[in-house]
C-alpha cells in the first residue's frame, strides 16, 4: 500500500525550493503553483516519501533523490508532428519564409524527447532547406534528451505519426524518415546532422545566439506569470529583427513586458513576429 503524502504548507514547499536552487542550482520558485504541487504529491506517492520535509532531507544527502525529482517535476509528453494544423501551418507559410535566408537557425526550447524538432527537420527537408539550417533543440532533462539524440522511439508510436504527418498535408508517407527494425523506429541519420540536441535551462540559462524562429511550446503554461516574462524576454532578445516565435495553443504573449515588440501572425496558432524596427 503507498503511503498518502499528506498536504503540504507553503513554507515546505519554499524550503524545498530552496535546496533544489541552492544545493543543484535548479531553480523552481517560478513554476505555476497549482501544477508544481501537483507533481511533488505524485512524485512523494510513488517513492512512498511521507512529507517534504522527508523529501528535502534526501535530496540534500542523495544526488540520485534528486534526479528522480528533476524527472517527476518534467512533463516530457509530445509527438511527431503534434498540432497537425500548426505544422500544415509551418509548411505552407513559414517554411516559404525561411527560405529568404541564405543560412537559417531555429530553436526548439523545452523539447523533451526531440520529436518536434525531428518534425521541423522533416519539413526543411522536404523543402530543400535542410542543408543550410541548424536547429538546436533544448531541455533540461538530461533524460529526455538522451532519448532526442537517440532518435529511437517505440513502434507502437508510428499510427499516431503518420496520422499526424498525413493531417498535417503531409505528401505521401513518414517511412523515409525513418528505419524499422527490432521493434523500434530509427531517425534517419541525415536529418540528425542537422540538430543539434543541448542541456539548456530557461530559468537560468541565457540565449545563446540569434535565430529567425523559435519554438516554444507546451512548456510556459508550467511557469508563473513573473517567469514566463523573463523566458518571453529571452526569446525576443534571441531572435533576428523580424524572427519568429511559436508559442502553444494555450499560451499567449498578451501579457508580456514583450508584447509591443511583436505583432501576431497567426493569432490561432500563437505565431508572432519580432518588429524589424525595435529601437535596441
Ligand atoms: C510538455 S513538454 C513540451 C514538448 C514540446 N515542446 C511539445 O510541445 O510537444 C514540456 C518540456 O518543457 C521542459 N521544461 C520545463 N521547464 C524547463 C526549463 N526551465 N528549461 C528547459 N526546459 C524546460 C520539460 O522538461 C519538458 O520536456
Not at 505552407?92 to 525531428?118: D, K, M, N, S, Y
Not at 532519448?147 to 505521401?172: C, F, H, M, P, V
Request: with cysteine; net charge negative; proline share 4%.
Amino acid at each position: 500500500m503507498i503511503p498518502r503524502s499528506t498536504s503540504s504548507s507553503p513554507e515546505e514547499v519554499n524550503n524545498l525550493l530552496q535546496t533544489m536552487t541552492e544545493q543543484y542550482g535548479y531553480d523552481f520558485t517560478g513554476y505555476a503553483p497549482a501544477s508544481l504541487n501537483r507533481r511533488l504529491q505524485r512524485h512523494m506517492e510513488q517513492f512512498r516519501i511521507g512529507s517534504l520535509a522527508q523529501l528535502q532531507d534526501t535530496i540534500s544527502s542523495d544526488d540520485q533523490a534528486f534526479a528522480d525529482l528533476l524527472r517527476s517535476l518534467s512533463v516530457p509528453v509530445t509527438e511527431m508532428f503534434r498540432d497537425p494544423p500548426f505544422f500544415q501551418y509551418l509548411r505552407e507559410q513559414v517554411i516559404p519564409w525561411l527560405a529568404t535566408f541564405p543560412f537559417i537557425r531555429i530553436w526548439h526550447a523545452g523539447c523533451a524527447t526531440g520529436e518536434e524538432a525531428w518534425s521541423m527537420a522533416v519539413l526543411l527537408h522536404q523543402a530543400g532547406l535542410l542543408d543550410r539550417c541548424q536547429i538546436y533543440a533544448t531541455d533540461y532533462n538530461e533524460e529526455a534528451l538522451e532519448t532526442a539524440r537517440r532518435g529511437i522511439y517505440k513502434t507502437a508510436l508510428l499510427k499516431t505519426w503518420q496520422s499526424n504527418y498525413k493531417d498535417s498535408a503531409g505528401e505521401g508517407d513518414l517511412s523515409p524518415y525513418f528505419l524499422e527494425r527490432y521493434g523500434s523506429l530509427r531517425m534517419d541519420r541525415r536529418l540528425q546532422k542537422h540538430i543539434t540536441f543541448a542541456n539548456h535551462n530557461l530559468v537560468t540559462d541565457q540565449s545563446f545566439g540569434e535565430m529567425h524562429l523559435i519554438l516554444c511550446r507546451n512548456v510556459l503554461i508550467y511557469f508563473s506569470r513573473s517567469l514566463q516574462d523573463r523566458v518571453l524576454t529571452l526569446f525576443r532578445d534571441s531572435l533576428a529583427p523580424g524572427g519568429q516565435l511559436c508559442l502553444g495553443p494555450r499560451e499567449t504573449l498578451r501579457f508580456a513586458s514583450v508584447f509591443d515588440d511583436f505583432e501576431a501572425v497567426n493569432p490561432d496558432w500563437k505565431v508572432y513576429r519580432l518588429s524589424k524596427d525595435r529601437l535596441l
